[in-house]
């Protein structure tokens, strides 16, 4: 067991947590003072959402009740940590803790007193606009796509 990449993995998860958290209280609050709206870029504003559905507002008409989905993202983060544990390479580890982080961020919301996870970026081009996500979103795409890496044979040096 490589204790350097459990605590790798555990400080990356620990940061994205709380990196999540301080860009939803600093954007939520200024955005708040100044109406909810501000356009970045042409395709890049940020914005006020309350994901009460699952990824992308999947189910945001009818959404289960924030203690069964906060509750599932626990169940996934135990998991994962599970495997932070038992993984000996510092790439599979930042993946995970990448995963465990963001998961992390977003159940804090969900139990929070709005029930619902905290979107600010909203990606557009001219009238598509994809759906608000946050960092803890992000970081969860980051760290999926780095597993998912980690499996190629070129990357662990295998042959299939």
């Not at 998991?79 to 993946?95: C, E, F, K, S, Y």
């Not at 994809?130 to 980690?150: K, Q, R, Y």
């Amino acid at each position: 067991m490589n204790i350097s990449a459990r605590i790798l993995g555990l400080g990356v998860a620990i940061f994205v947590a709380a990196l999540d958290q301080l860009t939803k209280w600093l954007t939520f609050s200024w955005l708040a003072e100044i109406g909810g709206y501000f356009e970045v870029t042409s395709f890049l504003n940020l914005v006020t959402v309350w994901n009460r559905g699952i990824s992308f507002g999947i189910f945001g008409d009818a959404p289960p009740p924030p203690l069964l989905l906060a509750g599932f993202a626990a169940a996934v983060a135990v998991g994962l940590a599970i495997w932070l544990w038992r993984a000996d390479n510092h790439w599979l580890t930042t993946g995970i803790g990448f995963v465990i982080g963001g998961a992390v961020g977003n159940i804090v919301d969900r139990l929070g007193p709005a029930g619902a996870v905290a979107d600010f970026i909203d990606l557009h081009w001219r009238n598509f606009h994809w759906p608000a996500f946050n960092v803890a979103d992000s970081a969860i795409t980051v760290g999926v796509c780095m597993l998912l890496i980690d499996t190629l044979p070129i990357r662990r040096g295998k042959a299939r």
